[in-house]
Nanobody, 118 residues
Framework: QVQLVESGGGLVQAGGSLRLSCAAS????????MGWYRQAPGKQRERELV?????????NYADSVKGRFTISRDNAKNTVYLQMNSLKPEDTSVYYC??????????WGQGTQVTVSS
């Protein structure tokens, strides 16, 4: 099993920055890709992909965050980061770390709240 622990969320004004971290432990050898998803408050919504990074370092982003967010991973620390700049109120969500394993199963973190005030 893999455990994912997120940190770095909080309250920030529009235009500000935050960096999220996700530390993986346990059976990390099984992890291929990692990513960040978010789920907006209020209605029961699906989690939407924010950013994704493969084991080879290839990245992809949701159109809504391109140019503002950067995903990276430090394999030595078993940690993936999400640098979020130029934050907007619509970025307010619970952000979840996700790991995709070699058998295509997924692990999730507990989530961290990001709130952007206008």
């Amino acid at each position: 099993q893999v455990q994912l622990v997120e940190s770095g969320g909080g309250l920030v004004q529009a235009g500000g920055s935050l960096r999220l971290s996700c530390a993986a432990s346990g059976s990390i050898f099984s992890i291929n890709a990692m990513g960040w998803y978010r789920q907006a408050p209020g209605k029961q919504r699906e989690r939407e992909l924010v950013a994704h990074i493969s084991s080879g370092g290839e990245t992809n982003y949701a159109d809504s965050v391109k140019g503002r967010f950067t995903i990276s991973r430090d394999n030595a620390k078993n940690t993936v980061y999400l640098q979020m700049n130029s934050l907007k109120p619509e970025d307010t969500s619970v952000y979840y770390c996700n790991a995709v394993h070699s058998d295509f199963t997924r692990s999730w973190g507990q989530g961290t709240q990001v709130t952007v005030s206008s």
